[in-house]
C-alpha cells in the first residue's frame, strides 16, 4: 500500500491518517515543523517529519499486493518436551496507539525519558489549523508595503492636484484603507472580523482599485491618464501579490517591494514632467488648456481658420505660453506643436519697392525677432507654400532657448489687405510629423469676407454719415491701397485726408463750406458750442505731430458730426458734395 503519515499534535491527539504530499505540504506552509514527530506507517515507528519524508517518498505507482503466507508443518512436540514449557513473560508490552494499530503489528512506544525534551517543545508550539474559518497568517511586508502605498497615493493625489487620483482623496476611503490596516495587523481578529476576512476585504480594495483607473482610461484615453493609471495598477496588483495566498515567498516579496518603489519613481515623474514623461506631461498640459472652439474666425478681415485633427486652440494669455500680439494660438499635442497667427496692416511704403510684398514682410518679421534673440537664424532657402487660397511664403528657422536648439517656421501670406504670419515651433523637434500636421492647419485657412463688404465696414465705422456714397468708397479704397487697419488708424487718415482737400478747394468753396459747419454747430446747446469752439483752437494751436491737439481735434469732429445731422436736408445735402469734391482732390493723386 501506499505510505501514510499520522502526525503527533503537541496536545498528545493524532492526526488521521495522511498523505506523504500532504505531510510536506503541512511542512512547506509552516504548520508542521521539521522536527514534529509522524508515524510512517510502512517504517512501523515515529520519526521527525523531515526525516520520515526522506526515508518515505511520495510515490507515484501503487504498492505491490502482498503475497500469501507460506504454511510449514509443524512437528508435534512430546508433552514432557522442554519446549512446552512457557516462554519468558514480556518485559514490556507494545504500546498501541490510541487511534488504534493495524492488526497483527506491533507498534514500537514513544519514549517519553528519550524524547521528552521534544514533545517539551512541541507543546508549547501552536497547533496547526486546517479549518478555514480560522486566519492565515498574513505576510508582515504585505501589510507595510499595504500601508505604505494607501499613504503614497493620498499624498501624491493631494500634491498633484491636476493629475489623475486613482485613490480617491477623501477622509472616507482613507478611514476604511486604515480599519483594514489595523485588521490585518491583529492577527486575533478585530470588530469581530478575523485577520483573513481583513485580508479579504484589503485585496478586494486593491482588486477595485486597478478596475477603477481602468475606466478612468475607457473615459479618458489621454497618454498622460493612461501612464499614470498603469503605474497605479502596477503597485496595487505588486501588493496584492504580497497579502494573498500565505505563507509569501521570496520571489513574491520581491516582486511587490520593486512595483511599490518602482511604481512611486515613475509617478513622481509623471507629476514634475521629468524624463521619461516630458512629452506626455506637455501633451496633457495642451489638451487641459484647450479651448472649446473648433474654428477661429477674425472678425473684422473674415479670416478663418478651422481647426483640422487633433489642432486645438489655446488661450492668447496663457503664462506658459507667450503669446503678445497674436490673433490666435494653435497647438498639436501629437507633435508637441504650437503655431502663432499674427496679423498686421504694413503700409506699402514700408515693405518698399523689389521683392514681392510677402518676401519683405518676412524680411521685417526676422530682422524685429533678431533684435531680441540673436541666436535666431534661417536653416536654409524659403520655399513656396499656401496657405487656404493665398500664396505664401516659408522660412525655416532655428535658434537657442535654455541651451536647446529649437526649429521651427514663420510663414506669411497676403490676403490683400491685411499680411498674415503662421509662427510654428515643436518642443520635441521639428520632425516631419510636425511638418505635415502643420500642412493640414495650413490648408483650413479660408475667408468668409470679400474686400469690399471689408472696405465698407472700416468706411461706415469712420467717416461721417454726411459724406456721399462716392465719399465713402473714396476713403475705403485709400484705405485699403496704404494697408491701414480700421479704428483709429484709419478714421486719423479719413481725418487727414479730409484736412487735405479741404485745402485744395477754391476760396469761395471753403468759405461756404466753413458757413455750412457754423450754421451746423449753432444747433448744439449752448455747453457744446463752447466746447466745440475751445477743441477747434487746441487742434489749431498744437499741430498735426501734437497728440494733445489731435485728441482736440477728434472730438471736435465728433461734435461736428453730431451737428451735421440736425442741419436742413439742402444744406446736409451740398456739404456732401463739398466734402465729396476735396476727397476727389485728395485722392486725385492716388
Not at 492636484?161 to 482623496?169: H, S
Request: proline share 8%; with cysteine.
Amino acid at each position: 500500500m501506499s505510505d501514510t503519515f499520522k502526525v503527533l499534535w503537541p496536545d498528545g491527539h493524532e492526526s488521521p491518517e495522511v498523505s506523504v504530499g500532504t505531510v510536506s505540504r503541512w511542512l512547506q506552509e509552516g504548520l508542521i515543523k521539521d522536527t514534529t514527530l509522524v508515524y510512517a506507517a510502512t517504517l512501523n515507528r515515529w520519526l521527525p517529519a523531515s526525516e520520515a519524508l526522506q526515508l518515505c517518498p511520495e510515490k507515484n505507482s501503487p504498492a505491490p499486493e502482498p503475497r500469501p503466507p507460506v504454511v510449514t508443518p509443524i512437528e508435534t512436540p512430546s508433552v514432557t518436551s522442554p519446549d512446552l514449557l512457557p516462554p519468558e513473560p514480556l518485559t514490556q508490552p507494545p504500546v498501541v496507539p490510541s487511534s488504534g494499530a493495524v492488526p497483527g503489528t506491533l507498534v514500537p512506544e514513544v519514549d517519553a525519558a528519550s524524547h521528552g525534551d521534544q514533545l517539551d517543545s512541541l507543546a508549547s508550539e501552536s497547533v496547526p489549523q486546517i479549518d478555514d474559518n480560522e486566519p492565515f497568517p498574513t505576510s508582515r511586508l504585505g501589510i507595510w508595503l499595504y500601508l505604505a502605498l494607501v499613504l503614497f497615493l493620498a499624498g501624491f493625489s493631494m500634491a498633484w492636484a491636476g493629475g489623475d487620483k486613482a485613490v480617491p482623496n477623501s477622509d472616507k476611503a482613507l478611514a476604511i484603507d486604515f480599519f483594514f490596516v489595523i485588521g490585518l495587523f491583529r492577527r486575533k481578529g478585530f470588530l469581530r472580523w478575523n485577520a483573513n476576512t481583513w485580508r479579504g476585504l484589503a485585496m478586494f480594495r486593491l482588486v477595485g482599485t486597478v478596475v477603477f483607473v481602468g475606466i478612468q482610461v475607457l473615459f479618458h484615453p489621454t497618454p498622460i491618464r493612461l501612464a499614470a493609471n498603469v503605474i497605479v495598477a502596477v503597485m496595487c496588483l505588486g501588493v496584492l501579490g504580497t497579502l494573498a495566498a500565505p505563507p509569501l515567498e521570496s520571489w513574491r516579496a520581491a516582486a511587490g517591494v520593486s512595483c511599490c518603489v518602482f511604481g512611486a519613481i515613475c509617478l513622481v515623474c509623471v507629476s514634475q514632467a521629468a524624463w521619461p514623461f516630458q512629452g506626455l506631461a506637455i501633451d496633457a498640459a495642451i489638451r487641459a488648456a484647450a479651448l472649446p472652439q473648433s474654428d477661429f474666425v477674425d472678425q473684422e478681415s473674415g479670416i478663418k481658420v478651422h481647426l483640422p485633427g487633433d489642432w486645438v486652440q489655446l488661450p492668447t494669455n496663457s503664462p506658459w505660453l507667450p503669446a503678445k500680439g497674436a490673433k490666435a494660438v494653435f497647438g498639436h499635442p501629437g507633435t508637441q506643436q504650437f503655431v502663432l497667427l499674427f496679423k498686421e496692416y504694413v503700409p506699402a511704403s514700408t515693405l518698399g519697392t523689389g521683392r514681392s510684398p510677402v518676401d519683405r514682410y518676412l524680411d521685417l518679421i526676422l530682422e524685429n525677432r533678431h533684435k531680441t534673440d540673436p541666436t535666431l537664424i534661417e536653416t536654409g532657402p524659403r520655399v513656396s507654400t499656401q496657405c487656404g487660397q493665398w500664396p505664401a511664403r516659408e522660412a525655416r528657422l532655428a535658434w537657442s532657448s535654455k541651451g536647446s536648439e529649437v526649429r521651427g517656421v514663420s510663414i506669411a501670406f497676403d490676403d490683400g489687405w491685411a499680411l498674415w504670419q503662421l509662427s510654428g515651433f515643436s518642443l520635441a523637434g521639428w520632425s516631419p510629423r510636425a511638418q505635415v500636421a502643420l500642412v493640414e492647419l495650413q490648408r483650413s485657412v479660408s475667408a468668409t469676407k470679400t474686400i469690399d463688404a471689408r472696405i465698407a465696414e472700416i468706411t461706415q465705422g469712420i467717416v461721417p454719415p454726411v459724406y456721399s456714397q462716392r465719399a465713402l468708397e473714396l476713403v475705403g479704397r485709400c484705405i485699403f491701397v496704404n494697408r491701414l487697419s480700421g479704428g483709429g488708424e484709419a478714421a486719423k487718415y479719413a481725418y487727414d485726408l479730409s484736412s487735405r482737400g479741404f485745402q485744395l478747394l477754391s476760396v469761395s468753396e471753403r468759405q461756404e463750406f466753413q458757413a455750412i459747419l457754423a450754421r451746423a454747430i449753432q444747433t448744439l446747446p449752448p455747453a457744446q458750442q463752447g466746447q466745440a469752439s475751445r477743441l477747434e483752437r487746441s487742434a489749431k494751436e498744437g499741430g498735426p505731430k501734437d497728440a494733445a491737439a489731435r485728441e482736440a481735434a477728434n472730438q471736435w469732429y465728433k461734435l461736428v458730426v453730431e451737428a451735421c445731422g440736425k442741419l436742413p436736408q439742402r444744406d446736409r445735402e451740398r456739404l456732401q458734395r463739398l466734402m465729396e469734391k476735396a476727397l476727389v482732390l485728395a485722392t486725385s493723386g492716388s
